[in-house]
């Protein structure tokens, strides 16, 4: 068995010379819980292809500085700012601040999620009520924001063909039902409906809004899931193309969803998971 790898550190230079064509040149993007993990990923790679990004924290601020210095040094524009998404006020501030600083906002990803795992019949209602307020209702409030900011706006066809685009961070337990982990399944559930039902309400608006459904990402949130071997071992037996995911699978399907060589794609979820949504054990069983 080939030996464990930890997270991969980004090589932010290298990530901008894969866009010389800097097909987000001039758009504005936010993306929340970006100083960890996909979130990071999703920044660098938004900014390595030209757009200027609000890098959000709600702790530990060193991080979120030190990846808006690493995108600045390898010439992009970068800024942070605290929020929790869960809280309305908050993230009325962050977007108040975004607007002073950015001047408006093309995109946003709304990233920032968490799990508080837990057997259904111990779950407390603090542990359901923190997950579904940060990975769902924090969601909506980022949303609400950013389309309120789309209208006022529209579109401004030398910048992209899109009034603003959405990219909600789901899972594949949107469809994927888990077990142990009711709270999150729910909260990935619900954030499927509301990009849909967001995607209906604005196609004619041309305010795009669709989802990408991480299957195993190596990050922060997942570790026991693949940090020895026989965890590995066990996780890839449910990834088809056996490798787990690393964050920049998930920037770079970020960057095509932003940009307008989606500009036909709205109310879907893409799925970056190495075939997880397969349905793997029918490959022999069934
Ligand atoms: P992570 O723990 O590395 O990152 C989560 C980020 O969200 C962190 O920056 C954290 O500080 C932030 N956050 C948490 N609560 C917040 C709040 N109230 N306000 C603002 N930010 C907050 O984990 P990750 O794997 O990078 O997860 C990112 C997203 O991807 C989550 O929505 C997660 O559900 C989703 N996802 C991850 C995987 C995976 O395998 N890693 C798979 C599917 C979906």
Request: aromatic share 6%; net charge negative; with cysteine.
């Amino acid at each position: 068995m080939s030996a464990i790898q930890d997270i991969p550190l980004f090589n932010q230079s290298e990530i901008v010379s894969r866009y010389p064509h800097q097909p987000l040149k001039g758009q504005k993007a936010l993306v929340t819980g970006a100083n960890s993990g996909i979130g990071e990923g999703t920044a660098r790679y938004l900014a390595a292809a030209g757009a200027a990004v609000v890098v959000n924290y709600v702790a530990n601020p060193d991080a979120a500085v030190a990846i808006v210095e690493d995108i600045k040094a390898a010439g992009g524009t970068a800024t942070s700012i605290q929020a929790d998404v869960s809280k309305e006020d908050q993230v009325q501030a962050m977007f108040a601040q975004m607007m002073r600083e950015f001047g408006t906002i093309d995109i946003l990803v709304n990233n920032a999620g968490l799990q508080k795992d837990s057997p259904f019949e111990t779950m407390t209602l603090d542990q359901w009520n923190l997950v579904l307020n940060v990975n769902l209702t924090g969601q909506f409030l980022c949303a609400r924001e950013a389309v309120r900011e789309f209208l006022r706006r529209g579109i401004k066809t030398d910048i992209s063909c899109a009034a603003g685009k959405i990219i909600c961070m789901s899972s594949v337990h949107e469809v994927i039902p888990w077990g142990g982990h009711v709270n999150y399944a729910t909260s990935k559930g619900g954030v499927m409906l509301m990009m849909k039902s967001l995607a209906q309400e604005f196609a004619p608006k041309k305010i795009r809004v669709n989802s990408i459904g991480p299957g195993a990402i190596k990050t922060p949130i997942n570790r026991s899931a693949w940090d020895i071997p026989e965890a590995e071992a066990n996780l890839l037996k449910l990834i088809p193309y056996d490798r787990v995911g690393v964050a920049g699978d998930i920037g770079k399907a970020a960057v095509w969803l932003a940009s307008d060589d989606s500009d036909y794609v709205t109310g879907t979820t893409l799925f970056v998971d190495g075939g997880m949504t397969l349905y793997p054990g029918f490959a022999t069983g069934g």
